[in-house]
């Protein structure tokens, strides 16, 4: 039985003013930096192995919870946030205004949101073809998995058995440096919170 601990980074000042961040590598703040230091504390030192994106905010949120485990930070760029394109570092409204066709299309559910974005299809796979990885590589350890909102929503619409292509609107956003426990048997991940 494996179970993955998976985490999304800690705040950072595009997260704090609204700013659609998903593959543009923001950093933590202090705030960020001071919620990471508060999981190290939390976390029970129960921890095999620890996974996190590529994107500084999620690495440096990583590294100070790994320094506290005493572990190394395994980088998977399979972890990154979706990619929201033209849309990254503009807030909602900013982007209400300036891609109002897009939007509007996105809020109805129809297309990925900016026309450079990365397709849900594509974001959803490489997830996945992580997790399968990690559930493969690690039987009966404890994985902690630092990553964004987005990648751990697709995560959570799997063990929920939800189409995340289809229906990520339904699966909740994710607070920053947030844990959700999940265990692994027989091939599906239920939720131990």
Same mark, same amino acid.
């Given at each position: ?5 998976? @985490? ?13 961040q998903g593959g543009s590598d923001t950093r933590l703040n202090d705030l960020g930096r001071e919620q990471a230091r508060a999981l190290a504390d ?6 095999? @192995? ?22 190394? @930070? ?11 394109? =033209? ?6 409204? $900013? ?22 974005? $990365? ?7 490489? @997830? ?10 690690? !039987? ?6 630092? =990553? ?42 239920? !939720?131990?919170?």
């Amino acid at each position: 039985m494996t179970t993955l601990l998976l @985490v999304r980074h800690g705040e950072t000042d595009w997260n704090r003013d609204g700013r659609w961040q998903g593959g543009s590598d923001t950093r933590l703040n202090d705030l960020g930096r001071e919620q990471a230091r508060a999981l190290a504390d939390e976390l029970d030192g129960n921890i095999d @192995v620890v996974y996190s994106s590529d994107l500084a905010r999620a690495r440096e949120t990583a590294d100070i919870v790994a320094a506290k485990l005493q572990l190394e @930070v395994r980088v998977d760029p399979r972890l990154r946030e979706r990619s929201f394109g =033209s849309w990254e570092g503009l807030t909602t409204l $900013e982007i209400e205004e300036r891609f109002a066709d897009s939007h509007r299309r996105w809020q109805a559910g129809e297309g990925a949101g900016a026309d450079d974005a $990365e397709a849900f299809e594509d974001f959803s796979a490489r @997830v996945n073809d992580f997790l399968a990885d990690v559930l493969r590589l690690h !039987p009966g350890e404890n994985v902690l998995v630092i =990553s964004h909102g987005g990648s751990i929503r697709v995560i959570h619409a799997l063990a929920a058995g939800v189409d995340y292509v289809r229906d990520h609107r339904l699966i909740p956003g994710v607070p920053n440096c947030a844990v959700a426990r999940y265990v692994a048997r027989d091939g599906k991940l239920a !939720p131990l919170d």
